[in-house]
C-alpha cells in the first residue's frame, strides 16, 4: 500500500535558546522551547536550549537532568556572551529584569522577559527602548491573553456580541500566600519583588483588562497586607516553600508588599471595571476570570475551566438565555493543539503559543503577542494603584512615572 507523500521540507534555522533564573518559569520557558516544533512546524525556525544560567548550583543541576548537558553558567552575563545563543530567557526574578533585559538587547539577542519586567513602569519602557534600537525582538509573559477562549471573548466584544461593553468584574485570586508558613521569599520583599501581588498577579489582571476593553483612563484602589510577618527562606526556596513553625529557631521577617488589592477603573471608551487581586484568598486556587457586560449581553471565563466561555447575547435585554461555548479549532491558537471541541488547553499550551508568537516577529512574521509597551502600561496600572492608595484619589496611570 503506497504511504502518504512526504511533505517538502521548509529551510529551518537552527535557533540557540538561554535560560537565566532555572525556577519554575525558567522549566517552563524551556518545555516551551522544546515542544516548539510540535505545534508550529510551519515555523522556519528550531529553537533549542543550549545553555542556563543561575546562582543556585542545584537548580541548574535540576535543569541539565531535565533539559540535557547544556552549557551553565553561575554569571548570566556569560551566557548572553555566548555566541551559541541567539535568545535568551529571562526568568530570573523582578529586581534583575531591567539590568538583564537591556543587556540581552544590547547583545543583539531576541528576549523573552517574564512579567511584570522590572520593578518599576521605568524598567519596562528602558527595556523597550534598548530592543528597539538593537532591532532584535521581545516578548512578554502575559501567557492568560493567549488561550484561545480570551481571545474569542475579544473577538465577541470587538465585534459588538454582547452590545456596547458597558462594566465588568475582572479577578486574580489566589492562595498561594495564604499559609503563615509561607517563606519570606523575594516575592515579599520591594528591593527583589517591588510590588506584591501587584507584580505577580496585578500585571497580569490589568493586561487582561487591556485585552478585553483597551486603555485605562483612571482608577482608585486600596491595597491590604493580611499576614505582615514570614519565616525566613532558605536560599533559593521557591514560591510553593513552607517552614516547620514549631521551629524553636525560626527567625520571621516583614513582609514589605500588598498581599491584596481592590480598585475600581475607567476605561478610555467608557466601561466601568472592579478589579481584585489576592494572594491570600483562601480557597481560592488560580480564581482568575473576567465577566464583561455589555448593553445587550455579557461574556464570562474562568482559567479553572479554561475552555469553556459563558455568552449571553441576543435582542431580549430581559430574561435572556446564557450558552456555554467549549473551545474549538478556529478560536486563537487552539488548532494548533487539539483536533476537536472541548479539549482542554493547559498553562504550559500558553506558553507555547508566547514563544511561537515571538518566534513569527523574528522570522519577519507581524508581532501578534504581548509587547515591552504592553508590560509598561500594566506597570503603570500598578503604580496608580499606589499613587491612588496615597493620595486616596483617582489617578491616570502613566502620569506617575518618574
Ligand atoms: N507568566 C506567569 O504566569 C509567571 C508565573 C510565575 C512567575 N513568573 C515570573 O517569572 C519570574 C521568575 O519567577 P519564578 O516563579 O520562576 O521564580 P523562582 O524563584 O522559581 O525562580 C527564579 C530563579 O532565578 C534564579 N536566580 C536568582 N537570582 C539570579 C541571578 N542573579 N542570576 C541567575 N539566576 C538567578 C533563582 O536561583 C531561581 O532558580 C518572575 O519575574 C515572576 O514574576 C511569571
Known sequence: MAGEQPVAPTAVTPLGVGVIGAGWMGQVHARSAARLRHHYPDLPVAPSVVAVADTLADHVAAFRAQHGPVRSYPDWRDLVADPAVGLVCVTAPNAFHAEMGTAVAQAGKHLWIEKPVGLRAADAAAIRDAVNAAGVHATVGFNYRNLPMVERARELIRQGAIG???????????DYAAHPAGTLSWRYTISQGGHGILADLGSHGFDMIRT??????????????????RPHATAGASHFAMADLSDPTLRYGSVENEDYVSCLLRMTQGARVMYEAGRTSVGDQCNY??????????VAWDFRRSDELALCSGDDYQGQATQVILGAPGDGEYARFQPGAGIAMSYDDTKVIELARLLAAVTGGPMLGATLDDAMRAAEANEAVLASVATGGWVQPGLTRD
Do not use: W
Open 164 to 174: 456596547t461593553p458597558t462594566h465588568a468584574y475582572v479577578r486574580t485570586l489566589a
Open 212 to 229: 478585553l476593553l483597551g486603555d485605562i483612563d483612571s482608577l482608585v484602589a486600596d491595597t491590604a497586607t493580611f499576614i505582615s510577618r
Open 289 to 298: 476570570g473576567f465577566t464583561v457586560h455589555g448593553s445587550t449581553g455579557y
